[in-house]
């Protein structure tokens, strides 16, 4: 299964804008916050790995 870095740019609303950060890429996911651990903020980095985040400490 694939391994995903990811940082979190902005929360709006619901959703939440990230950016990959194992990878160079300028694109934005838009992730629904329901998918996301409920303790993210902008700043919090996440792993995407078996279809779920966590969060990287």
Not at 12 to 24: F, P, Q, S
């Amino acid at each position: 299964m694939n391994r995903f870095e990811y940082i979190v740019t902005d929360i709006d609303g619901d959703y939440a804008h990230l950016k990959r950060t194992d990878a160079e890429s300028d694109e934005l996911k838009l992730v629904a916050r329901a998918l996301l651990p409920p303790e993210i903020s902008e700043g919090t980095r996440l792993l995407y790995e078996w279809m779920q985040y966590t969060i990287l400490s």
